[in-house]
C-alpha cells in the first residue's frame, strides 16, 4: 500500500493543550502562559545578533550549520528519549535572522520536531532485480543528514502511469529539510537567552588609557540658550519624585545605580535635587567622573553657562572627549550640570563634586572614590548628598562572586554606618548609550535597547518613584528606583564619523 506524508512547515504557535499552549511563556504581569503578540527588534547589526544565537546553541553542546549568509541556522539533531530506530522523535533548531536596519535585527528560533513514523512518503518505483526502497530502513544513524526524495504519479501519452522523482517538492520550505514531516514552535526559552546576552549585559566604564579625541574632530548640538547673556534660567526641575521624601535629610548619602546613558536617570535626580533644596537643606551632587575635572566644573557653574561657557568647559576636558564615551559623559548628564548650576545662581546651596579616579580600576578605583566622596562630605557633613554611579559601585555590601572586591558604596557605608542608602533602578524595555564588548570582543560604543531583570522589571501598575524594601537587600541595596521606559542619551561630543553613523542607523 502507498502511504503518503504532508510537510506541515514551520508553525508559529501550537494548538493550545491542557497545560499550556505550544510557544507560550509567562507574564510576569498575570502569572499566567501566554503567547507572545510582539516581536522584539534588537538594536545590533543581524550578524552580531546571529552569532550571539549561534554561541548560545554551541553552549549547548549543538553543531550549529548556516545558510543564506549566516541568516539562516540549523543545529544538530538530539533524541530526547530513547527509542528503537523508524520510531525515534528527534529535534533540533532552526534560527532565521532578517535584517530591518543597519542595527534593527529580527531573530526567531524555532524547536523543530521530527517523528519517524511521520517520515514515510509515496514509495519510489521497483527496478527490475532490486529491491523496493523503503525510505525509513535507509535512513542513516540520524536521519535529518539523509537524502530524502519524494515522487509524484504521472500519465504518458500511452496510458501508463509512472513514478517521477520530484527535485524540490516544497519550494517554500527551508531548503535542508526537503520532504520531512516537522512540527515547528518558536522556542521562547532560547529567545530569551539571545534577550539575556543582547540587552542584559553589564555597561563599560573604560576608565584608563581612554584619550582624548582632538577638538577640531567632535561636533556638538546647540547649546538651547533661551535668553541673552546675564539672564537667569530657572531649573527645570518638574515633580517631587513619589516616595524620595524620606530619603531627603541632612547627613545622609543616597546612592543611585545604572543606568547611566539615559536621559531619565539626571532628570529623576535633578527632582530629588530641587526637593532637597526645596526642604532648605544644603545639596550636594557627586558624579563619577575624575577628579581632575573638579576645577572646570567649579569654573563652569560659576559662569553663566552660555554655549560658549559649555564649549569652554568640554574643550578643555579630557573625560568629556574620551575616545570611547560612556553614560557618564552623555548630554543628560551635561544638561545635569547645567541645571545644577541654575540652582546655584538661584540661591540654592548646591555643590559639584567629581569623585573618580584617575586611570585606576579594580579595588584601587573603588577606594579612591570612597575617599574622595568622605573628603567631600567632611566639608559639608550636613548636606543632603546624591551620587550617581554603577550598579556595582553603588552597592553597600560585598558582591558575591569576589571576596576581596569591595564596593565603592560599601566603603562609604562602613565610614558612614547610619547615613547611607542605595536604590538600584527598575525599569520598562528601552535604549541607552554605553559602552559594551560585542560579540566579535571590540569594545562598541553607541544607543542599545537595554531590558530589565525579571527582579527588575517594572510592570504596568507599578507607579514610577522609590519604593523602599521592609530591609536591605543581601547586595545591600535599600529599595528601588522605577524610572518607566529609557531613552538613550548619546554623548555631548560625539566624532562626526559617530554622528554620521547615528544619522544612518535612524
Known amino acids: 500500500m502507498r502511504r503518503y506524508g504532508l510537510l506541515l512547515g514551520l508553525m508559529l504557535t501550537g494548538c493550545a493543550s491542557l497545560t ?17 503578540v510582539e516581536e522584539t527588534v534588537y538594536l545590533v547589526p543581524v550578524e552580531d545578533a546571529m552569532m550571539t544565537a549561534r554561541r548560545i546553541l554551541e553552549s549547548e553542546r549543538y553543531d550549529v550549520l548556516e545558510k543564506d549568509g549566516g541568516l539562516e541556522l540549523f543545529s544538530s539533531a538530539h533524541e530526547p528519549g530513547k527509542n528503537n530506530k523508524n520510531l525515534r522523535t528527534l529535534e533540533r533548531y532552526y534560527v532565521k535572522g532578517e535584517r530591518l536596519g543597519p542595527r534593527k535585527t529580527l531573530v526567531r528560533v524555532f524547536r523543530l520536531r521530527y517523528n519517524e513514523m511521520e517520515n514515510v512518503v509515496e514509495q519510489g518505483p521497483r527496478v527490475a532485480g532490486s529491491i ?5 530502513s535507509d535512513q542513516s544513524s540520524n536521519p535529518l543528514d ?22 524540490d517538492p516544497f519550494p517554500n520550505a527551508p531548503g535542508m529539510e526537503r520532504f520531512r514531516m516537522v512540527h515547528g514552535v518558536r522556542d521562547l526559552g532560547i529567545e530569551r537567552q539571545l534577550l539575556e546576552r543582547l540587552e542584559m549585559v553589564p555597561a563599560l566604564e573604560l576608565v584608563g588609557g581612554n584619550a582624548p579625541v582632538p577638538m577640531r574632530s567632535v561636533m556638538m548640538e546647540g547649546w538651547g540658550e533661551t535668553g541673552e547673556a546675564g539672564t537667569v534660567r530657572a531649573a527645570e526641575c518638574g515633580e517631587p519624585v513619589e516616595g524620595a ?6 547627613g545622609q548619602v543616597l546612592f543611585v545605580a545604572d543606568p547611566l546613558g539615559t536621559q531619565e536617570v539626571p532628570s529623576t535626580a535633578l527632582r530629588m535635587l530641587c526637593e532637597a533644596t526645596s526642604k532648605g537643606l544644603p545639596v550636594t551632587l557627586a558624579l563619577s567622573a575624575p577628579i581632575s575635572e573638579q ?6 557653574l560659576a559662569s553663566e553657562g552660555t554655549s560658549e561657557d559649555a564649549q569652554e568647559l568640554l574643550s578643555e576636558s579630557a ?8 553614560g557618564r559623559s552623555s548630554r543628560a548628564m551635561l544638561w545635569l550640570v547645567e541645571q545644577v548650576r541654575r540652582l546655584r545662581v538661584s540661591g540654592k546651596d548646591v555643590a559639584l563634586a567629581a569623585i573618580d579616579g584617575e586611570k585606576v580600576q579594580g579595588n584601587e578605583r573603588e577606594a579612591q572614590m570612597a575617599k574622595h566622596l568622605l573628603a567631600f562630605q567632611s566639608k559639608r557633613a550636613q548636606s543632603w548628598t546624591l551620587v550617581l554611579t554603577g550598579s556595582v559601585h553603588a552597592r553597600t555590601a560585598k558582591v558575591g562572586w569576589d571576596g576581596d572586591f569591595e564596593p565603592f558604596g560599601a566603603r562609604v557605608a562602613r565610614a558612614l554606618p547610619s547615613s547611607v542608602r542605595a536604590l538600584d533602578v527598575g525599569f520598562k524595555r528601552g535604549t541607552q548609550f554605553a559602552c559594551r564588548y560585542s560579540v566579535w570582543e571590540d569594545v562598541e560604543c553607541n544607543v542599545f535597547a537595554i531590558s530589565p531583570t525579571n527582579q527588575a522589571l517594572q510592570l504596568s501598575k507599578v507607579n514610577e518613584g522609590v519604593q523602599l524594601f521592609d530591609a536591605a537587600r543581601p547586595d545591600g541595596f535599600h529599595g528601588r528606583l522605577y524610572l518607566g521606559t529609557l531613552n538613550a542619551s548619546p554623548p555631548a561630543l560625539q566624532t562626526q564619523s559617530k554622528v554620521a553613523q547615528l544619522d544612518a542607523a535612524k
Open 20 to 36: 499550556r499552549p505550544l510557544g507560550a511563556n509567562i507574564n510576569p504581569e498575570t502569572g499566567q502562559f501566554e503567547t507572545p
Open 132 to 136: 523496493n526502497r523503503d525510505l525509513l
Open 146 to 167: 539523509a537524502r530524502l526524495e519524494a515522487f509524484r504519479t504521472e500519465t504518458n501519452a500511452q496510458g501508463f502511469r509512472r513514478q517521477v522523482a520530484l527535485e
Open 245 to 250: 521624601s524620606p530619603l531627603l535629610a541632612a
Open 295 to 300: 576645577p572646570l566644573l567649579e569654573r563652569y
Open 319 to 326: 573625560f568629556w572627549r574620551r575616545v570611547y564615551q560612556d
